[in-house]
């Protein structure tokens, strides 16, 4: 085998350099591929530019690790030509260019571009490792870019016709290089994955890779988990025909996958989603559908299968397949599908699912290879080919409008780019023609281009294929790129560069649309599985309104990736490109085959020989003479150091080639060949390494002479160190002998000193020894003197003594004899006090009834005299109020009369009237209100200021607007300071992330005049910068860039769009000259346009206000209404010295300034708050007008609680002022996303009666001012004086012309103080003469107050208008600002968001220090004072309010407090069905007591204590009952599982993981869990559930909370050996006789609760009547409510064996009907089945049997009417016998017995008669039993069924309706019959149908409103409408018996 070494120097076959070719002809050029392609040399130059061809073969050690080294470094052209040059010269321009590189890879599909790709990765990759292991570095990034490539080709490539690995999306790879050449990161681009290809594919063709993968290299377990089988039972991967293929190895691929999941950091969990997404998607592609009245699924249990997968309802995905739902005047109605669009929509599903899995997918790999910084970067782009099949759809119609832009930018750098700079540059030079493809690109994307033309199209509602391809030719027919076919079809073809190409239009639109309907979206939006939500969470459906007016639409497929690929080629712009050719050599894809023509085709198209001649011809390698002079300098010599750029690079030049062959040199730049500049290169690379090498010496020298320095300074440094040593030790010594002289000196002068010292201390002591002797003598004689005067004193004492202690003695006992006395006399007179308190009691006793008995009487006689004063005062009153109504009748009587007098004038002087309306138009309207009001603002002129009004910042002028940068700082993790840009107006605090003084910036192309293809070369890219009225450009937008020129917007004579062709441009016109600016695309052209004639048409207010844009709401990163600011306070920070803290109601800002002054200013701004007078501008003021204002905390009182205001509504809240000079303001209701507003009620007033008096208009009065322009020409009358505001009523509605009246009466309300109790009972009385009495009446009539509610964040107020316009006006004009708010975030919120990013990332570090700065997230022991997610402000309005609830703030704030002390609880089952009550009631508290609970349950120290074991049991309900939103059910889980994580072995650790699982299987639930369900959950345990059935058996199975009830049949089916059976049953919710089934999907738990609920209100009841009813035992009422086991739908009755247990349950249903009622038969049948019933139950008749409850076995209903005919079907009539209706109701007439029933005054007459009948009715039966004696049970069984099964409609459901249909020639009374083949009509008790409909002819069937069924029949003019009580039973039944239909024609079990 051949050494690596031997490879690249193997003589190479023809030329490796095709530019040096000396034949230029397309045949020697292939003549050269071909050569050495033959020679396995399959790479060729053409200069810079890379040849490839794909051999189809495996060339050995072609790619192997040392060819990858021996090209490290190289120049192009050193080795033959090679993949690795290439990737070796763009990693190394990177540093030599200082510029980003890109790779361009293009070519045919199949000719090797993917493969192209890995190889350049694989070099980038190694180079990267290379240098990382020089610094030291990690190489996870580079290994994490290679293993995507595995995952791109397994899920974006697929088998197709030309290429069995071909790339069906184009993807672009960006690598990030450090300065150290190391990969830091990247990113993958994707553009334009076949998704159409995931539902079919062509013959011979495959799916993506990852299916097969799937499918055969998945383990068995896997597989089965997964329900996959064999690959050919699946649809989607079948279809072709082609499942395996040779080349391709399934089972490796998904291995690799596998591995490569893994490197980016794909948990277990995640790649399970992932396989289940595919899984899901193949189950989806075995869905087929069949026409039962719509469409229905054929498979439940395939659906069943992908809807588990997908963690979704199969039932409501199956509807939202077969339905289609759309709004019609605010109700949702369902439309079924027909087979065509339910298969559409089947796929439409499977390929958005993989399509977002795809999408999902790449943007894991950008996460795992992204990087913040970078150095330069290298792109690759690996795009689809040009494709050109036998059908081309939509797919390679982008493809290759993609290939013609990737041509284009080809050309345009080889060709148009490079000679325009030859031509600029003043070089010799001859142009070269090449094939430009702009006139083809401008026929696909100019302005009415073939994807404008599309696009417009997709967005016409009705747009179809057909008129999308008549707009195609009628626009483009004559266009000679354009092809139209010479015969009509479906088609059109393009001219493409690489030839024609022609389109099926078929699908085109639908397509380009990407329609995903609504109910799909919403189906697997709600999938349980949050990696299913994640996929689609950034979709929002269709219907869903838009935020603002201005949002645009949905973009369509082709739009998408033309903005794309916009993308891609400015990002391709900014690089330096290099080009690799690939070239396929055959269509076969068979290696050593080489087809001259296919190749020929491929270089001809791709301009390969007019690529050679421009590279032989022409100078690739171009510098400035700076560049140059700085590259080559150590070539220069120093002669020439001081000569000109210019010079240098000629000197330089000259010296290598003399004859200008290879370089010429321009104005501004050198060129060159490639072969002089890799010289050059060389020979500067030599001159370097000699520098370098004398650099390196010079450096050693310096080094070896500074290291001798050192070590001479450490040897001098040392000595001077020893001769101190030597000298210190010389002085030490010196030192010492001195020292040792001075001691013995100092010794003999001590001891003489101490001799005599010795001597004088002897003759001391001596003489004191002396002394002593002479005193011990004195004391000796003192002593014995003291001694004899003791003894004598001694004596005295004990005589004195003595005597003492005899007197003591004597003294101590007359004491004790006193103490006697006195005790004897104590106890004497205790008992006499004792005996005078008795006596004193006795005697207070009786003074205090004395006392009692006085002030009774006195209370008596206070009481008579007060009586006696009411009396007289009420009588007093009286006789006032009677001459007050008597005084009002006059008054009334004379305003009547001035009534008619001012009707009459105004009829004689209706022209005076006009006149003097005309004349009042230009009267001040404030003055107007200012008097109206005047009397009214007297009464409260203290305090207007309406304290319960909200209140935002109340500033003055100069305060209006505030801003400047802070430092701030809102809480959550990041707690640090980041600057911000703030603006303080309109009362919102903003802040930005900087200052943006331009208007708008980016950048154009700015060309020279002309418009013809020449002029692209006149085009320079500049930065554009708007600001102010000067637009300027720049030649970079790096800072401090060069300014080309400014263009005055305001002096240009015009600014035109002058797009033309596929440029989108526009032209500037000034005196001067003209700028013709082109954009990039048609959107950034029409910004540009928009705003430059915004500024040039504005003035200077609006050019302000244009340029304060940048202080919008929505473009803030945070916002805060003043109205929520409780205070604003300074701070003492010791880093921020001027600091101050914004604290709200449910968060702190601290923020701080720049200096103490910033900090005043801001203060004074936030916190002042000014009453004087305002200005808004026209823009601010959304709404204006007066209202009545009712606070709704306080009780209505008119005139006192209601006042009138003057309201402003801007933006952000609306102000309210005392009068319109808004010179007064008394508040204002802050706006926000939490307020909310309710529609106008009906009128509060209908009619106003008796106005108290008439006065008559003077000229005076003024009409207050209104939205219609004409209302200040109309005239207005008053009557009365002016009363209180809520008196003001506007009468009649104004209109549009100038001609009609407002009038307008101050009248007193019915209900106002002002009117008299006579006027609130009598009418007002009009002239009986006057001409306009019913027209004025009318006109008063139509008064009332409209009412409408706004709910803010303090208080909810009432407002009234006259007029119902009026109020929807205000109501939608305020709920457009709530909704133009941004969403309000709590810190709550915000923390969670943090966690859930931190947890994505593994960043357990970050979580912990979240929860640890965060005491929000925690256990605290303190109440909560605000609800932790933001809720709606407001009371509850709604039923709920009887229950005691308040707002939702309060109800959060209360469940918290009972959560802290849930310990206390000695029963907590109350407190917890409370609070799942209360969560119940108010579905907006869910979330918040979750996150309440998740609070209560965190960083707990003792986890296992008992109230957060509490806590645990009540979210484990909630986690049983309650489903939160996704964004909390996120967080449940993660704190759930961190919990268990924390603390394994706990009690809390069961609980958390028991409610783990009740999360994965929650379902919506009516009511709230019963209370042995909470028990069960409290034991983490299931609970048990009776199940009844016929005869009274029952047995108990073990359910949860999410059990459904067909989970519950199933397990009875299979319990009771009912698998075969040949009916289908159900559950029902069964009382007595009354029952309703219940649906599978129903929760059998909440059944439960629910009988639990009725139980407990039926126990409240009052349960007399019902004892009397249920004695006669003619009514269920109060029997228990059970679950009950029985058939449902009747499919076969005839087939059941009489043996079975079937057979029973049909037996007993059939009985069932009859006492019911609901089967057609006569007296004698009934009779007769009920005799049948007896023999089976009790056998032979004995004596004395009775039947003691009717009820059980005769319909007792019928004895309650009159009977009629019989009806014979069959059976043998007998004639009645006269006894058995003697004496009985039916004997009495039937006016008679109406009679009797409407006078009896009790039931005591019914009930005799009623018994009387149901006595003869069972004596009648015990008559017929007695005829059975003998008979079996079994045979008795037998004929009571074939009795029952002679009805040929035998299993049949019946049910009762009423027909008020004229058009239907039925009764009013009828039966309904339902059943396996068809619905009838019947008459009552008549077995033979009226009419039948079979389910074939039935075409729609539902209850369109309440209590109404309707049946649209095939073939009949009307629909059939009944009325019935049992609508959903009946819908129920017939859905149930179609999908058995459905079933049964595709041969499916049930």
């Known amino acids: 085998m051949a050494t690596t070494l031997e490879i690249l120097q193997v003589a190479q076959a023809g030329m490796s350099d095709m530019a040096k070719l000396q034949d230029l002809k397309v ?30 073969k495996t060339i050995p050690r072609l790619y192997d690790f040392e060819v990858m080294e021996a090209y490290d470094k190289r120049h192009i052209g050193d080795l033959p030509p090679h993949i690795y040059a290439i990737a070796n010269d763009t990693y190394y321009s990177m540093w030599k260019q200082t510029a980003n590189q890109c790779v361009l890879i293009s070519g045919e599909s199949g000719a090797g571009k993917t493969e192209s790709t890995k190889f350049i990765l694989n070099y980038l990759s190694k180079m990267s490792q290379a240098s990382a292991k020089e610094a030291g570095n990690d190489v996870s990034v580079e290994k994490c870019i290679l293993q995507s490539s595995p995952i791109l080709e397994a899920f974006g490539n697929a088998k197709t016709v030309y290429n069995n690995n071909s790339s069906r999306f184009g993807k672009f790879i960006l690598l990030s290089f450090s300065k150290r050449g190391v990969i830091e990161g990247g990113k993958v681009q994707d553009f334009l994955l076949e998704k159409n290809r995931v539902v079919g594919q062509n013959p ?54 596998n591995e490569a999941l893994r490197d980016m950091k794909l948990n277990e969990e995640q790649v399970s989603d992932v396989y289940d997404v595919l899984a899901a998607i193949l189950h989806i592609g075995n869905l087929d559908f069949i026409t039962a009245g719509g469409a229905q699924v054929a498979s439940m249990s395939v659906l069943k299968q992908a809807a588990d997968l997908l963690s979704v309802d199969e039932y409501q995905l199956a509807n939202a397949l077969t339905e289609k739902t759309r709004l019609l005047r605010g109700e949702l109605i369902s439309t079924p599908l027909d087979e065509h669009q339910a298969r559409d929509s089947r796929d439409s599903l499977a390929m958005n699912l993989y399509a977002r899995c795809f999408n999902w997918i790449i943007g894991r790999i950008n996460v795992r290879i992204r990087t913040k910084s970078t150095f330069h970067s290298v792109g690759v782009l690996d795009i689809f080919g040009f494709e050109n099949f036998e059908v081309n759809r939509f797919e390679q119609f982008n493809i290759n409008f993609a290939n013609e832009k990737l041509q284009e930018y080809f050309n345009k750098h080889i060709f148009s780019l490079e000679q325009h700079e030859y031509n600029a540059e003043g070089l010799d030079w001859v142009d070269i023609d090449w094939q430009d493809n702009g006139e083809c690109l401008d026929l696909i994307v100019r302005k009415l281009g073939l994807l404008s033309l599309i696009d417009e199209e997709s967005r016409f509602p009705k747009g179809t294929d057909v008129t999308m391809l008549d707009k195609l030719h009628s626009n483009h027919a004559k266009n000679s790129f354009y092809i139209k076919p010479r015969v009509t079809d479906s088609r059109f073809g393009i001219k493409h560069y690489a030839g024609d190409v022609f389109y099926e239009t078929t699908g085109f639109l639908e397509k380009n649309r990407d329609t995903f309907r609504d109910e799909m979206l919403t189906a697997i939006k709600e999938s349980r599985s949050d990696f299913i939500y994640d996929l689609f969470e950034d979709i929002q459906e269709s219907s869903q309104p838009r935020v603002n007016k201005n949002m645009r639409k949905k973009p369509t497929v082709s739009s998408q990736f033309q903005e794309s690929l916009h993308s891609l080629m400015s990002t391709l712009s900014a690089c330096n490109p290099y080009f690799v050719r690939c070239i396929k050599p055959n269509s076969s894809k068979a290696p050593n085959l080489f087809e001259k023509t296919l190749t020929l085709n491929q270089l001809r198209y791709s301009g390969m020989l007019e690529t050679v001649k421009i590279r032989r011809a022409g100078f690739p390698v171009r510098r400035l003479f700076d560049d140059f002079v700085n590259r080559y300098s150590p070539l220069i010599g120093r002669e020439l150091s001081s000569s000109h750029s210019q010079h240098k690079c000629i000197a330089l030049l000259t010296k290598y080639d003399e004859n200008n062959q290879k370089w010429q040199v321009g104005k501004t730049k050198v060129f060159l060949k490639e072969d002089l500049e890799i010289k050059l290169e060389r020979d500067r690379a030599e001159k370097v390494e000699k520098f370098v090498t004398k650099i390196k010496a010079c450096y050693k020298g310096y080094r070896a002479r500074k290291a001798y320095k050192i070590t001479i300074a450490k040897i001098v440094f040392v000595q ?175 305003r009547e009369e001035e009534l008619a007098y001012a009707m009459q004038q105004v009829m004689n002087h209706f022209d005076d009237s006009i006149a003097q309306l005309n004349s009042h138009t230009d009267l001040n309207l404030d003055n107007y209100y200012g008097e109206m ?89 500049r930065f554009f910068v708007l600001k102010g009225i000067e637009l300027a450009y720049y030649e970079s937008d790096s800072d401090g860039a060069l300014c080309k020129g400014i263009i005055n917007i305001k002096q240009t004579k015009d600014i035109v769009d002058s797009s033309f062709g596929r440029e989108s441009s526009l032209d500037i016109i000034t005196e001067k000259r003209t ?77 701080s300034a720049e200096s103490p002054e910033d900090m005043n200013g ?12 305002r200005t808004y501008s026209k823009e601010e003021i959304l709404m204006s007008g007066w209202l009545t204002k009712e606070n709704t905390g306080t009780i209505s009182r008119p005139g006192i609680t209601r006042k009138k205001r003057y309201f402003i509504l801007t933006s952000h809240s609306i102000d309210i002022y005392k009068s319109v000079d808004l010179q007064h303001k008394l508040g204002a209701i802050a706006l926000n996303r939490l307020c909310s507003v309710t529609v106008p009620d009906d009128k509060m007033f209908k009619e106003i009666e008796y106005p108290s008096e008439l006065v008559i208009p003077n000229g005076n009065r003024r009409s207050p001012p209104s939205s219609n322009p004409d209302s200040n020409r109309r005239s207005s009358f008053s009557f009365g004086r002016k009363s209180s505001i809520s008196g003001l009523v506007t009468l009649g509605r104004p209109r549009s012309n100038s001609k009609s009246y407002n009038k307008e009466y101050d009248l007193p309300l019915p209900n106002s103080p002002v009117a008299s109790p006579t006027m609130r009972r009598r009418k007002l009385s009009w002239g009986k003469k006057s001409k306009l009495k019913m027209d004025l009446r009318q006109a008063m009539f139509q008064g009332g107050t409209w009412k409408f509610t706004i709910h803010s964040r303090r208080f909810s107020y009432n407002l009234y208008t006259p007029s119902n316009e009026e109020a929807w006006k205000w109501t939608y004009a305020i709920q457009e600002v709530i909704d133009s708010k941004p969403p309000l975030e709590t810190p709550t919120q915000i923390l969670i968001k943090e966690l859930r990013e931190a947890s994505l990332n593994g960043y357990n570090d970050s979580i912990d220090e979240i929860y640890k700065l965060n005491p929000i997230l925690r256990n605290v022991p303190y109440m909560l004072k605000s609800p932790l997610l933001p809720l709606p402000y407001g009371q509850i309005i709604s039923s709920n309010v009887d229950k005691g609830y308040t707002t939702l703030q309060d109800e959060a704030v209360k469940i918290f407090n009972v959560l802290q002390g849930s310990e206390q609880l000695a029963d907590p089952m109350p407190v917890i069905q409370g609070i799942l009550q209360t969560c119940q009631d108010l579905k907006p508290l869910q979330d918040e007591i979750y996150c309440q609970l998740v609070k209560q349950t965190a960083w707990v120290k003792d986890p296992d204590n008992l109230n957060n074991l509490r ?45 783990l699982e009740a999360l994965k299987r929650t379902r919506t639930r009516e009511f709230v869990p019963s209370r042995d369900e909470i028990i069960a959950i409290l034991g983490r345990r299931d609970m048990n559930a009776t199940v009844f059935c016929h005869g009274g058996g029952s047995c108990q199975i073990s359910i949860n909370s999410s059990t459904t009830a067909g989970q519950v049949i199933h397990t009875l089916v299979k319990g009771m050996n009912l698998d075969s059976c040949h009916n289908r049953f159900s559950l029902y919710e069964k009382s007595g006789l009354v029952e309703k089934a219940i649906d599978d999907r129903s929760v059998v738990a909440d059944i439960l609760a629910k009988f639990e609920s009725q139980k407990a209100q039926n126990g409240e009841k009052d349960g007399m009547n019902e004892s009397r009813f249920r004695a006669r035992g003619l009514s269920d009422r109060g029997k228990p409510w059970q679950l009950f086991f029985k058939l449902f739908c009747f499919l076969d009755t005839k087939s059941v064996k009489p043996d079975s247990i079937e057979y029973s349950f049909l037996f007993e249903q059939a009985h069932e009907e009859v006492i019911r009622g609901k089967f057609p038969a006569s007296e004698e049948q009934l009779i007769h089945l009920a005799a049948l019933r007896m023999q089976f139950d009790k056998g032979d008749y004995l004596h004395g049997d009775w039947i003691n409850d009717l009820t059980e076995v005769y319909p007792v209903d019928r004895l309650k009417v009159k009977p009629k005919e019989d009806t014979d079907f069959g059976f043998q009539q007998r004639e009645r016998k006269d006894t058995f209706i003697h004496g009985t109701l039916r004997g009495i007439g039937e006016k008679t017995l109406k009679r009797l029933q409407k006078s009896a005054s009790d039931d005591n007459i019914l009930e005799s008669v009623y018994k009387d009948d149901v006595s003869a009715t069972i004596t009648a039966i015990i008559d017929k039993w007695k005829t059975l004696k003998g008979t079996t049970a079994e045979r008795a069984q037998n004929i009571y069924m074939g009795f029952m099964r002679s009805w040929k409609h035998f299993g049949s459901r019946l049910f009762e309706v009423e027909c008020h249909d004229s058009r239907q020639a039925y009764p009013k009374n009828l039966w309904l019959s339902v059943n396996k083949s068809m619905v009838a009509v019947h008459k009552i008790n008549d077995p033979n149908p009226i009419d039948e409909f079979p389910y074939e002819k039935i075409l729609s069937f539902g209850a369109p409103i309440p209590n109404e069924y309707k049946i649209i029949v095939e073939g009949r003019r009307s629909e059939l409408t009944f009325d019935t009580t049992e609508v959903f039973e009946i819908a129920k039944l017939m859905k149930a018996y179609i999908n058995e239909i459905v079933k049964k024609r595709n041969m499916i079990p049930a």
């Open 1511 to 1555: 806590n645990w049991q009540i979210l484990c309900c909630m986690s049983c009952t309650f489903l939160p939103s996704r964004s909390i059910l996120r967080y449940v889980r993660f704190h759930i599982k961190r919990q268990v994580e924390l603390y394994p072995k706990t009690q809390m650790a069961a609980y958390a993981g028991y409610g």
């Open 204 to 257: 011979g063709e495959r799916n993506y890779h990852i299916f097969y993968a799937l499918m055969l290299g998945a383990p068995e377990e896997m597989k089965q988990k997964l329900g996959l089988g064999a690959p050919e039972s699946y649809k989607y991967i079948n279809q072709s025909g082609c499942i395996a293929d040779p080349s391709l190895n399934d089972h490796e691929i998904f291995t690799n996958v």
């Open 1162 to 1173: 801001w203060l004074k701004a936030l916190t002042q708050y000014h009453k004087g007078q």
């Open 933 to 1021: 009001f005047e009397e009214a603002d007297q009464e409260s002129e203290y305090q207007d200021e309406d304290p319960d009004d909200d209140s935002v910042s109340r500033k003055s002028d100069d305060l209006q607007y505030w801003e400047g940068y802070l430092n701030m700082k809102c809480g959550g993790m990041v707690n640090t300071w980041k600057k911000r840009y703030c603006v303080l107006r309109d009362e919102t605090l903003m802040w930005f992330r900087a200052k943006q003084e331009a208007l708008k910036s980016g950048w154009l192309l700015k060309k020279g005049g002309g418009t013809s293809t020449l002029s692209r070369r006149n085009w320079r890219k």
């Open 1075 to 1151: 700028y013709h600016i082109v954009a990039d695309n048609a959107d950034d052209l029409s910004e540009w346009f928009s705003i430059l004639m915004r500024v040039k048409n504005a003035n200077e207010y609006e050019l302000k206000q244009m340029q304060d844009e940048d202080a919008n709401p929505k473009n803030a990163i945070g916002t805060l209404d003043v109205a929520v600011i409780d205070s604003v306070v300074p701070v003492n920070l010791p880093t921020k010295p001027n600091a101050f803290a914004i604290i709200t109601a449910e968060r702190v800002f601290n923020m």
């Open 27 to 56: 045949e020697s050029i292939l003549e050269n591929i071909r050569q050495r392609f033959e020679a396995d040399q399959i790479y060729t130059y053409i200069g810079s530019i890379l040849a490839a061809v794909n051999p189809y």
């Open 720 to 894: 001077k160190y020893w001769r101190m040593h030597r000298q210190r030790r010389r002085f030490l010594n010196l030192k010492d002998a001195t020292i040792t002289l001075q001691r013995y000196e100092r010794g003999r002068k001590a001891r003489q000193l101490f001799q005599v010292m010795m001597e004088e201390r002897r003759l001391e002591e001596e003489r004191k020894r002396e002394e002593e002797r002479k005193r011990a003598e004195e004391e000796q004689r003192i002593l014995r003197e003291l001694e004899r005067l003791k003894a004598e004193a001694k004596l005295r004492e004990l005589e004195e003594l003595q005597a003492k202690l005899e007197e003591e003695a004597r003294i101590k006992a007359e004491e004790e004899e006193a103490e006697k006395k006195r005790a004897e006399e104590e106890r004497q007179r205790v008992l006499e006090k004792a005996k005078a308190i008795e006596a004193a009691k006795r005697l207070e006793e009786e003074k205090a009834r004395k006392k009692a008995e006085d002030e009774r009487l006195k209370l008596e006689e206070e009481l008579r005299i007060r009586r006696e004063e009411e009396q007289r005062l009420r009588e007093q009153e009286e006789a006032a109020r009677l001459a007050e109504e008597k005084r009002l009748e006059e008054e009334v009587r004379r």
